[in-house]
């Protein structure tokens, strides 16, 4: 069965540090991988994807991920945090392979940026 | 990119009654969602909103509590039944492009308090 797991409830950084969010994942063919964030009291948004080619792909706000396939992994990066990247971020799989629509969403890892 | 409003945005509602909540897109979509996230929790699929016909209900969801409508490619619905304390929760419209490589696009949500 698919799924995805993000490991970390909280991820505390400080403003100007690199950032990782982590993302790992299981489906049984060849995956199409998300991540978006959630600010307070709004929808979710789109951040990147990765579906298939270079493994690092870059994205909205400066944030990038690299798919890894041997640790099953998409981990979100960043540089240099900023406060205002303080969110709720949620991985995201889907397995294309058997003609699926269907996503499934990682329990979401709260990102606070501190000052 | 999509553009999705909501609403309501937020209700608090009372045991027993219902509410619909409206989606509208800004274009036409093929694929239309509906998502519940609980508070501190995930995303969990509740249906998909199919034109014209009955929307396709994942497991654990039945269209007696969750009746959808969908009457063309812009515009669904989704009504809560027979509210109790359990529903409160947010509910994301979401749409993927009939174009687009995947990712999905949300709503703002609409955070539903039952009493």
């Known amino acids: 069965a698919q799924s995805v797991a993000q490991p970390e409830d909280q991820v505390n950084v400080a403003e100007g540090n690199p950032l990782t969010v982590k993302c790992t994942y299981s489906?049984?063919?060849?995956?199409?991988l998300f991540w978006y964030v959630q600010y307070p009291n709004r929808g979710l948004q789109f951040l990147l994807k990765y579906i298939t080619g270079d493994n690092l792909v870059k994205g909205s706000y400066g944030f990038e991920a690299e798919f890894n396939k041997s640790q099953t992994s998409f981990h979100l990066k960043k540089p240099s945090a900023l406060v205002s990247d303080s969110a709720l971020y949620f991985c995201?799989?889907?397995?294309?392979?058997?003609?699926?629509?269907?996503?499934?969403f990682g329990t979401g890892t709260r990102l606070k940026v501190l000052a | 990119s999509a553009v999705i409003s909501q609403k309501p945005s937020r209700d608090i509602c009372q045991r027993g009654t219902s509410l619909t909540i409206q989606c509208q897109v800004d274009?036409?979509?093929?694929?239309m969602f509906w998502y519940r996230q609980q508070p501190g929790q995930s995303l969990t699929l509740i249906a998909t909103?199919?034109?014209?016909?009955?929307?396709?209900?994942e497991s654990g969801f039945v269209i007696d509590k969750f009746p959808i409508s969908r009457p063309n490619l812009t515009f669904s619905t989704l009504t809560v039944s027979n509210m109790s304390p359990e529903d409160s929760s947010i509910y994301l419209c979401?749409?993927?492009?009939?174009?687009?490589?995947?990712?999905?696009?949300f709503g703002e949500g609409s955070r539903l308090t039952v009493l």
């Open positions: 979401s749409v993927q492009l009939a174009r687009g490589t995947g990712e999905l696009f």
């Open positions: 274009s036409q979509v093929t694929m």
């Open positions: 909103a199919n034109q014209g016909s009955e929307a396709t209900y």
């Open positions: 489906v049984s063919g060849n995956p199409y």
């Open positions: 995201a799989v889907r397995d294309p392979s058997g003609g699926t629509y269907k996503y499934i």
